[in-house]
């Protein structure tokens, strides 16, 4: 049986180009999230999909901190304003319930905005 998160990153990319990753954390010192999101998102190979439409979700599950990170045509389809606002769903989402389930809700989200944009 898949985990939650494996199983909405499954259903959330059928139907798009898009591609979703998730990297969960247990480091104490985090400073700065954005900034381990864009090393990991560079350290993975991430921007090296062809569509340039991969979207990156960084949770340090110790520090309670997070960052969403999409390439840049994504970034183009989407504007600030839709990060922004899927960075507070997801903060009110593990306030609300368990870990695993606020990023499931959130990934469903971004599958349906990738379908959007990023059909196959």
Known sequence: ?????????TEAEQ?????????LSQRW????????ANTLFSCFGLSKNLHHNTILIYLNLKCRKFAILGDY?????VGSH????IGE???ENLRSTQ??????LVIQDLGTTL???FPK
């Open 73 to 77: 045509k994504i970034n183009h389809a």
């Open 1 to 9: 049986m898949l985990s939650p998160i494996l199983a909405a990153i």
């Open 115 to 117: 379908r959007k944009h």
């Open 99 to 104: 870990s695993e389930r606020a990023i499931a």
């Open 82 to 85: 839709f990060w922004k606002s």
């Open 29 to 36: 010192i985090e400073p700065n999230p954005y900034r381990r």
């Open 15 to 23: 139907g798009t180009t898009g591609q979703i990753r998730v990297h």
């Open 89 to 91: 769903k997801l903060q």
